[in-house]
């Protein structure tokens, strides 16, 4: 097993002091992500010296203690452990103030107080997440009552239901605050997986030579989910997999694979480089889009019995760039599927000549893939053809694997909303988008929105529909693995 070599040490500086309000902080994301979080940054000493955490919705759990109660269980449950010593030192700066669209006054003066009381220094957090149609009117409240004052906005997706929608909401947060104070939220590209894309393609010289056209024959981005919607039906009645999925994670994934280089790995740099990638991706053909929906759907609670909404969708994609032109882009999730996986495989061109005597005539076979595992436990993988040990020259496929708990055991890393949020604090954009490149995918996407396909049934645990499966030509999707010979 290689060990891998750290080059620099480095501490992550600590934000300063400052207030955190979270609203929507007794509903299923800050029990799942947001609470843990903050609470493992706390134990690592990466949350402020001093600072102040305060829930606000419409309905109050009742105290502050039945609320830190509240806040303990959600961390036994979806943390890194049992709530420990640090528990009650950290439970001590949690509180609650309801608050609704139209009455956020009680709510800005416990601000006021809190920062008053800390001698907050850094701008106040604030995290929306609250229903899509709530978002503006929760956005105009901030304005209103002043809590948008010296303020970090974290939005949560959906960033609209459209073009047009996406653009009203822009428009709306703009009246409130500049766009350098927004940060909308998409958690995969907080995971170490999709940063290592960034390293492992800049960092080192044998990569970058050959992530050209000439080189690439294709890409497939595949988040597939064996879980079900998971009780989600109002959500998932208004939203699909298309706009919950393709609009934002995998095409911010794309984003992120098919970069140019840009002049320095800072937020300036990344955005310019993003938002020029984004204005080059080709509108979707609606022909070349596989939509489905897994049997069963319509047996859900609050479902209808002739919803058409689509679970799975599948697509092709094209870059319009010097890089890219002609290369496709293959992008597939689904609920109720075969395998929860999140795999970005980049398939190089052949050798110009078959010279080992095994291939048949027109036999197809896979190429060399790179593949990224964008799991919690991030792999990267060279697929090959090698020499199959014995008295004849006869090939098989093998994998030279890096595994990057193995390689770097002594460093944990930090989970998606972790990095996120430390970065919020810490005023770091490099992992958030902007409104310009939001509008443009929702512009991208705008083809198959207007003329969707009609949502093909597939079995749950399948890879979706039988159409889908022959979307990127003769070799398919790299899901479900071929058996290879790993190092």
């Not at 106040?124 to 929760?138: C, I, K, N, T």
């Not at 999709?194 to 294709?218: C, K, S, T």
């Not at 436990?377 to 694997?401: C, N």
């Amino acid at each position: 097993m290689y060990v891998g070599l750290v080059s620099s040490a480095t501490t992550p500086p600590r934000p300063s002091n400052r207030v955190l309000v979270l609203f929507g902080a007794t509903g299923d994301l800050a029990a799942r992500k947001l609470f843990p979080g903050f609470f493992h940054l706390f134990r690592e000493e990466m949350m402020p010296e001093d600072f102040r955490i305060i829930g606000s919705g419409r309905h109050s759990p009742g105290s502050d203690d039945a609320f830190r109660q509240l806040i303990r269980e959600a961390v036994r449950n979806h943390g890194r452990g049992e709530p420990d010593e640090d528990w009650e030192a950290f439970a001590s700066r949690l509180s609650f103030v309801a608050s609704t669209a139209d009455d956020g006054s009680e709510l800005a003066a416990a601000i006021t107080a809190a920062e008053s009381e800390i001698g907050a220094e850094g701008e106040r957090l604030v995290y929306l997440s609250v229903p899509p149609g709530a978002m503006r009117d929760m956005v105009r409240m901030l304005g209103a009552t002043g809590i948008a004052d010296n303020c970090s906005l974290v939005v949560e997706k959906p960033f609209g239901h459209d073009l047009d929608s996406a653009r009203e909401l822009n428009a709306t947060l703009h009246e409130v605050l500049d766009e350098e104070s927004i940060y909308r939220i998409d958690h995969f590209l907080g995971k170490e997986a999709a940063q290592n894309i960034l390293a492992l393609r800049f960092a080192n010289g044998m990569f970058e030579p050959i992530w050209n056209r000439d080189h690439v024959a294709y890409v497939q981005i595949d988040v597939p989910e064996a879980l079900d919607i998971q009780g989600r039906s109002g959500f998932y009645e208004q939203t699909g997999a298309f706009r919950d999925m393709i609009v934002t994670h995998l095409l911010q994934i794309l984003g992120i694979v098919a970069l140019e280089p840009p002049s320095r790995i800072d937020a300036e740099s990344l955005q310019l480089e993003r938002t020029k990638l984004f204005d080059a991706v080709r509108p979707i053909d609606p022909g070349r889009a596989v939509f489905g929906q897994y049997d069963g759907y319509r047996d859900e609670d609050d479902i209808a019995e002739d919803s058409t909404v689509e679970t799975f969708a599948a697509l092709e994609i094209y870059v319009d760039a010097w890089r890219w032109s002609g290369v496709p882009f293959y992008l597939r999730t689904g609920k109720a599927m075969a395998e929860g996986r999140r795999t970005v495989t980049i398939g190089f061109t052949e050798a110009p000549l078959r010279l080992f005597p095994h291939f048949a005539p027109g036999e197809v076979t896979r190429p060399s893939e790179l593949i990224f595992e964008l799991s919690d436990d991030p792999q990267v993988r060279i697929e090959v053809q090698a020499k199959i040990p014995g008295p004849v020259i006869d090939l098989g496929r093998a994998a030279l694997t890096l595994d990057i708990d193995q390689a770097f055991g002594d460093h944990d890393g930090l989970e998606a909303y972790e990095k996120l949020l430390h970065d919020v604090m810490l005023c770091e954009r490099l992992l958030f988008t902007r409104s310009e490149q939001i509008e443009r995918l929702w512009e991208v996407c705008a083809p198959v929105l207007d003329d969707p396909p009609a949502a093909e049934a597939y079995a749950k645990g399948s890879w979706g529909p039988e159409r889908a499966r022959g979307l990127p030509g003769a070799l398919g999707w790299r899901l479900p693995d071929h058996d290879v010979v790993t190092d």
